[in-house]
């Protein structure tokens, strides 16, 4: 059996005591189980505890979208280290889906729109799966908002902001090198970075 001392409700939070111990209440969780100080069975107070886990799991996940952008593996990945019910987690991510306010489709074109005009096809691929983004869907998102034709401008401006100051320093194969290894890290491929530091070079 346990035992609610007392339920405390101050404006959208609702704290319970149950056997001494604080317990902080779902008000749609507290809502729906009609809670109310007494006692419980042990099994009626267990399908109380899941659905408080649900509840407050799922208002959790929708303030943590308002704020920002997620990919679904690293939502998942933040309710897990908060404690939620595995099973609940699944449930508020599918959906926080269903109603699109969840999207790996949608994050992955919004990073690649916002970090193309810096940041290679290979790196961009690279960032996304390290979000737990799938390939399938990274390639769709590349397909609308990555031009490659652009891949060497931007490769080209970004060597020249590179080198602000440092102009004439690319004349040494020391320094190409340099250039030519900042741009395969910041993903673009090993021909367009060579070009770029060519041009680079041939204009000194």
């Known amino acids: 059996m346990k035992t609610i001392q007392s339920i ?6 609702c704290i319970a ?4 111990e604080k317990i902080k209440v779902s ?13 419980l069975d042990d099994e009626a107070y267990a399908n109380f505890a899941k659905l408080n886990d649900f509840c407050l799991c799922k208002k959790y996940l929708f303030d943590m979208v308002a704020r920002r952008s997620w990919t679904v593996a690293a939502a998942r990945q933040y309710l897990t280290d908060k404690g939620y019910d595995p099973e609940n987690i699944e449930k508020v991510l599918a959906i926080a889906e269903e109603e699109h306010c969840l999207s790996d489709a949608e994050y992955a074109e919004n990073y690649i729109r916002d970090r193309s005009g810096r940041t290679g096809e290979y790196r961009l691929r690279k960032e996304l ?3 737990g983004v799938a390939d399938a869907v990274i390639s769709e998102a590349l397909e609308k908002q990555y031009s490659a034709a652009d891949d060497y401008e931007n490769a080209l ?7 602000e100051g440092r102009e004439r320093s690319i004349a040494t194969p020391k ?4 250039v030519l290894r900042y741009l395969i890290w910041r993903g673009y491929d090993y021909e367009t970075a060579r ?3 060519n041009k680079i070079a041939a204009e000194k």
């Open 195 to 197: 070009k770029v530091v």
């Open 175 to 178: 320094a190409r090198e340099r």
């Open 17 to 20: 005591v149950v056997d001494g």
């Open 27 to 39: 008000l749609e969780a507290a809502s729906k189980f009609r809670l109310k100080e007494g006692t």
């Open 129 to 131: 799966k390290q979000r």
């Open 8 to 13: 405390t409700k101050r404006g959208r939070k």
């Open 157 to 163: 401006a970004l060597a020249r902001k590179r080198m």
